[in-house]
């Protein structure tokens, strides 16, 4: 897309030329056509969810529903979905505090990467417990990374929650840490239900799922992977995907091992 800017050049009151300036604005139209999808794409996000509480609400109050079991069944709707609301409202304001860099109080931290990872499979213990899952982590010494600490444990709960989320029961999930002087090399291996070859590229975009249905039943938000894509790049790190169907799914992430190397 260009704009194109025409001015005249006068002399002595008559018209002696014109300068065409033609200035690329692609970027910055792909810019704003995000923007205006991003927001499309929340209002329809959050209006799912309000739109079923209301319905059981009005439901329950319009048919003077009293029988307890399916009024049991109604709240425990409710409640879930007013918890995908909070999640998905949570998820939304990390992402514009990553894409306004100053979001996370960003204090950088020498972290001990192994220990940080114990910390996150207790957190994740119950669902993977849930689902007979093995949390292991393959770590020969201890490996240090300057770090913002939530931003860590954001990243690295998203790919666990994830590995977890989308692996059958009685899977293992294996967390492998390595470095050298310069990058620390984390490796998340899922033997889960993999990634089709086509969608692989567009899983960090967000709001987007492989299976709908399948990420609104584990309670996704769509945005794990694009908040997780936000903290490696902002730290220069890159990330890479490999995954197979039906044999599981591996993120691998190279961050520098220091902010300022
Ligand atoms: P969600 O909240 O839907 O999990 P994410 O942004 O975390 O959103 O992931 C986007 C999509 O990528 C998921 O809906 C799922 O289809 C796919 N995905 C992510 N991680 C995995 C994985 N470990 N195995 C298989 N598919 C995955």
């Given at each position: ?8 050049i006068?002399?002595n009151?008559s ?12 970027l ?6 995000m ?8 209002s ?8 079923t509480?209301?319905?059981?609400i ?5 048919n003077?529903?009293?029988?307890p079991?399916t009024l ?5 709707i ?21 894409e ?19 910390q ?7 669902s ?13 010494k201890?490996?240090?990374?300057e ?12 790919l666990?929650d994830?590995a977890?989320k989308y692996s ?7 967390v492998?840490l ?9 490796q998340?291996?899922?033997h889960?239900?993999g ?7 567009r ?20 945005l ?8 490696v ?10 995954s ?6 591996e993120?691998k992430?190279?961050?520098?091992k220091?902010?300022?190397q």
């Amino acid at each position: 897309v260009l704009r194109v800017y025409i001015n005249q050049i006068e002399e002595n009151n008559s018209i002696n030329g014109h300068i065409i300036i033609f200035e690329d604005i692609t970027l910055l139209k792909n810019l704003e056509k995000m923007r205006r999808d991003f927001v499309a794409n929340v209002s329809h996000e959050l209006k799912t969810p309000i739109t079923t509480i209301k319905g059981f609400i009005e439901t329950i109050q319009v048919n003077q529903i009293t029988d307890p079991q399916t009024l049991e069944r109604f709240y425990s709707i409710i409640y879930e979905e007013s918890d995908r609301l909070s999640r998905l409202v949570s998820d939304i304001l990390v992402l514009s505090q990553l894409e306004n860099k100053g979001g996370f109080d960003r204090k950088f931290e020498l972290l001990r990467t192994d220990t940080e990872i114990m910390q996150i499979f207790d957190i994740l213990k119950l669902s993977a417990e849930d689902k007979a899952m093995e949390l292991a982590l393959n770590c020969e010494k201890s490996i240090e990374l300057e770090f913002v600490a939530d931003e860590f444990r954001q990243m690295m709960i998203n790919l666990i929650d994830n590995a977890i989320k989308y692996s059958d029961p009685g899977q293992r999930v294996e967390v492998t840490l390595s470095a050298d002087d310069e990058a620390v090399v984390i490796q998340v291996r899922d033997h889960g239900y993999g990634i089709p070859e086509k969608d692989v590229d567009r899983i960090f975009e967000r709001f987007y799922r492989v299976d709908k249905s399948r990420s609104k039943e584990k309670g996704g938000t769509g945005l794990g992977l694009a908040i997780v894509k936000h903290i490696v790049h902002n730290n220069r790190g890159t990330i890479v995907v490999s995954s197979q169907v039906g044999e599981g799914t591996e993120f691998k992430i190279t961050l520098p091992k220091f902010k300022d190397q």
